[in-house]
């Protein structure tokens, strides 16, 4: 946690990459982002540019295509691409599917997946959630029949983020019926363009199209494109939940409140509540810190804590700019806040999903009881 002469010249070289790379076109994106999910014409854009670089994939292994940074060098990096504004990477492929694939998939599916996920030509969606299956996701319902060497898909998956803009999806399916409902699901990887597969948007309360619904109607899938064994997808879903769960959230937010600081009047009652969320990014900065390097059950945990922390002050801060936008919106005539006024509402809409998503958050406290408090 301290800042070497090493780290002080990576972060230097960091800045100086991001001066020169980071176009002003997608400074802006990243900063009018509603939401962890940028554009695609503006993800993939950043990501080729990060490729180019040999930065594409800093969490990856050297093998297939990584940095070989150590944990406080990625997270140097994390939080210099937040200070920039620079637009988030999609974390379906790099961070989620790309780490099951590496630990769960043959030499062939590695292959052919990894290299397209990084290159950005593979752009994925999750397909987990279904209609009265969110939280409770063992009682998911997509069927999934076996027809030789395929699987024949039925039935719909719900909420399934940038589906329209994603050309794959991992999902989880119905193999069986038998024993606990844990017991019979399998994890499946399937291309976006199969016959029998439609896409209906989900407009939100922002009036943006980010989410929607996938409708099944007999997709063939490959059995080859399935990862780990057949009924035993719980175990890969799990696996992939630690990805999703732990992040390095602190940076972003720590960006987020700076620019809030700009914004807001001077009100002591709106400052001091400012200074208690620096104290508190603090304190979840400490504990991203801490968990580097983590692993196993200690790397679970750590997962749902910082998920718990870092989407809850997340849901904090945008209350606060929408606060903070409604104060600006009386000077608007004198130019001010515009990238405030346009996005504070949206994030606030859309970061009321966050404390459910991902297992929600009184889920993710009744597993840190178990573990922590027996």
């Given at each position: 946690m301290t800042d070497t002469a090493d780290l002080a010249a990576f972060r230097a070289e960091v800045r100086a990459f991001l001066a020169e790379s980071l176009t002003p076109e997608l400074a802006r994106a990243g900063r009018r982002a509603t939401s962890v999910f940028a554009h695609p014409d503006h993800s993939i854009a950043w990501q080729k540019i990060l490729t180019a670089k040999g930065w594409g994939a800093i969490d990856w292994p050297v093998e297939y295509g990584g940095t070989g940074w150590s944990p406080m060098q990625k997270y140097i990096f994390s939080a210099e691409c937040a200070r920039a504004g620079a637009p988030n990477l999609l974390p379906q492929g790099l961070k989620m599917v790309a780490p099951v694939l590496m630990h769960y998939g043959s030499d062939e599916q590695k292959a052919f997946f990894l290299p397209r996920i990084l290159s950005g030509e593979h752009y994925w969606c999750q397909g987990f959630s279904e209609p009265g299956s969110g939280s409770d996701l063992a009682s998911l319902k997509l069927k999934a029949e076996r027809d030789g060497d395929h699987y024949v898909l039925n039935g719909s998956k719900i909420w399934t983020t940038h589906a329209h803009f994603a050309n794959w999806m991992f999902a989880l399916v119905r193999t069986s019926n038998e024993g606990k409902p844990q017991a019979g699901i399998s994890f499946v990887l399937i291309d976006m363009a199969t016959p029998g597969l439609k896409v209906d948007p989900i407009i939100s309360l922002a009036g943006e199209h980010e989410l929607n619904q996938v409708f099944f109607d007999n997709?063939?899938?490959?059995?080859?494109?399935?990862?780990?064994?057949?009924?035993?997808?719980?175990?890969?879903?799990?696996?992939?939940?630690?990805?999703?769960?732990?992040?390095?959230?602190?940076?972003?937010?720590?960006?987020?409140?700076?620019?809030?600081?700009?914004?807001?009047?001077?009100?002591?009652?709106?400052?001091?509540?400012?200074?208690?969320?620096?104290?508190?990014?603090?304190?979840?900065?400490?504990?991203?810190?801490?968990?580097?390097?983590?692993?196993?059950?200690?790397?679970?945990?750590?997962?749902?804590?910082?998920?718990?922390?870092?989407?809850?002050?997340?849901?904090?801060?945008?209350?606060?700019?929408?606060?903070?936008?409604?104060?600006?919106?009386?000077?608007?005539?004198?130019?001010?806040?515009?990238?405030?006024?346009?996005?504070?509402?949206?994030?606030?809409?859309?970061?009321?999903?966050?404390?459910?998503?991902?297992?929600?958050?009184?889920?993710?406290?009744?597993?840190?009881?178990?573990?922590?408090?027996?």
């Amino acid at each position: 946690m301290t800042d070497t002469a090493d780290l002080a010249a990576f972060r230097a070289e960091v800045r100086a990459f991001l001066a020169e790379s980071l176009t002003p076109e997608l400074a802006r994106a990243g900063r009018r982002a509603t939401s962890v999910f940028a554009h695609p014409d503006h993800s993939i854009a950043w990501q080729k540019i990060l490729t180019a670089k040999g930065w594409g994939a800093i969490d990856w292994p050297v093998e297939y295509g990584g940095t070989g940074w150590s944990p406080m060098q990625k997270y140097i990096f994390s939080a210099e691409c937040a200070r920039a504004g620079a637009p988030n990477l999609l974390p379906q492929g790099l961070k989620m599917v790309a780490p099951v694939l590496m630990h769960y998939g043959s030499d062939e599916q590695k292959a052919f997946f990894l290299p397209r996920i990084l290159s950005g030509e593979h752009y994925w969606c999750q397909g987990f959630s279904e209609p009265g299956s969110g939280s409770d996701l063992a009682s998911l319902k997509l069927k999934a029949e076996r027809d030789g060497d395929h699987y024949v898909l039925n039935g719909s998956k719900i909420w399934t983020t940038h589906a329209h803009f994603a050309n794959w999806m991992f999902a989880l399916v119905r193999t069986s019926n038998e024993g606990k409902p844990q017991a019979g699901i399998s994890f499946v990887l399937i291309d976006m363009a199969t016959p029998g597969l439609k896409v209906d948007p989900i407009i939100s309360l922002a009036g943006e199209h980010e989410l929607n619904q996938v409708f099944f109607d007999n997709v063939r899938v490959p059995v080859a494109n399935r990862l780990g064994e057949e009924n035993d997808g719980w175990s890969v879903a799990k696996y992939l939940l630690t990805f999703e769960r732990g992040g390095r959230y602190a940076p972003g937010l720590f960006g987020q409140l700076a620019k809030l600081a700009e914004e807001a009047p001077e009100d002591p009652v709106l400052r001091e509540r400012l200074r208690r969320e620096a104290v508190t990014l603090e304190a979840l900065e400490a504990l991203e810190l801490k968990s580097i390097g983590a692993s196993g059950a200690k790397a679970a945990l750590y997962a749902s804590v910082l998920k718990v922390q870092g989407t809850e002050a997340a849901q904090r801060i945008d209350t606060l700019a929408c606060e903070i936008a409604g104060l600006a919106g009386w000077a608007i005539a004198d130019g001010q806040s515009p990238d405030l006024l346009a996005t504070a509402l949206p994030r606030y809409l859309n970061g009321r999903a966050a404390t459910i998503y991902a297992g929600s958050n009184e889920i993710q406290r009744d597993l840190i009881s178990r573990a922590v408090l027996g």
